[in-house]
């Protein structure tokens, strides 16, 4: 069972840039798609980007286009989320999920293997 483990969170000043990492040890990982949810204190965990298991798609919510690049490195079994130009409101716990398949799921529901998330906090 693939568990994924995120890293990278922090606090950075708005404008600043942060890079999460999400990494399983089963190198089966590589075969998963991997999405990026965030959560907000009080808010609904919310999609954030997702990646194709073999990383020829990918997808983003509004909010973040232009400003974060999803990526995956599947010889490291990893995947990254870039995050630039950060504004407060991105300030969140960030959760990485992973789904075995071909679909690249947009939907919190649709992912079966969630990490336990790392906390990013963007100061004004």
């Known amino acids: 069972q693939v568990q994924p483990v995120e890293s990278g969170g922090g606090l950075v000043q708005a404008g600043g840039s942060l890079r999460l990492s999400c990494a399983a040890s089963d190198d089966t990982f590589s075969m998963y798609a991997v999405g990026w949810f965030r959560q907000a204190p009080g808010k609904e965990r919310e999609f954030v980007a997702a990646?194709?298991?073999?990383?020829?798609?990918?997808y983003y919510t509004d909010s973040v286009k232009g400003r974060f690049t999803i990526s995956r490195d599947n010889a490291k079994n990893a995947v990254y989320l870039q995050m630039n130009s950060l504004k407060p409101e991105d300030t969140a716990i960030y959760y990485c999920a992973a789904v075995q398949g071909p679909g690249i799921p947009m939907t919190a529901n649709d992912y079966s293997n969630w990490g336990q998330g790392t906390q990013v906090t963007v100061s004004s």
């Open positions: 990646i194709k298991w073999n990383g020829m798609n990918t």
